[in-house]
């Protein structure tokens, strides 16, 4: 597994626990308003954290964390997710999984070892979706993640990050009303650096 970054303690990125973060390198989306493109881009890419290490520290903390998220990049395109997945829930932990939704068949084989799910949606469905995502995406794809994750019994929600040169707010609020009222969805507001 390819790990950019590792928080060891965090309160927000797994609601109501006490979570250590996972960054993993590489993502097959391309989006102009990207907040980690070091874990994007591999001309920024750090060296990598070793598994082993991260391993070791959750081992170590098992009665004062909660739970492990594994962010990115795009943590479904390790080739390892899987068994890293299975590795930190070997130690009784809770694991959440920040997506893209661009992977359904990966994100299949992990639901059922997953506890929470936060997916994004980047864009209305259509053309404006490759736009935002910066290459070519199959929007099928993304619906697929979607029904995936409400019919797999755990606890999810879906985002969408905004900025209004890029996706004004509205066309957020459109994605809202598509997405439905019985659902759990946040409306952020991207922050560029520099």
């Known amino acids: 597994m390819k790990i950019g970054g590792f928080v060891k303690s965090s309160l927000v990125d797994y609601p109501g626990k006490v979570a250590a973060v ?8 391309r989006c102009s308003y990207c907040h980690n493109p070091q874990l994007v881009y591999p001309e920024f890419f750090a060296e990598s954290v070793s ?7 959750l081992n170590e903390r098992r009665r004062l964390l909660d739970g492990v998220v594994f962010c990115g990049g795009e943590p479904t395109m390790q080739d390892d997710i899987l068994e890293a997945v299975l590795e930190v829930r070997s130690l009784g932990y809770a694991v959440k999984l920040d997506t893209n939704g661009s992977r359904p068949d990966v994100l299949e084989r992990l639901l059922p070892h997953l506890d929470y799910v936060a997916m994004d949606i980047k864009a209305p469905f259509g053309r404006e979706y490759s736009r935002i995502c910066g290459v070519s995406v199959d929007d099928y794809e993304i619906r697929r993640s979607m029904l995936l994750i409400r019919a797999a019994g755990l606890r999810y929600e879906f985002r969408t990050t905004f900025h209004p040169t890029f996706l004004p707010a509205e066309e957020a609020a459109k994605i809202s009303k598509a997405i439905g009222r019985e659902e759990k969805y946040t409306i952020r507001q991207a922050v560029l650096n520099g």
């Open 51 to 57: 598994f082993e290490d991260v391993w070791g520290f």
């Open 22 to 29: 996972i960054f993993t390198q590489g993502c097959n989306f």
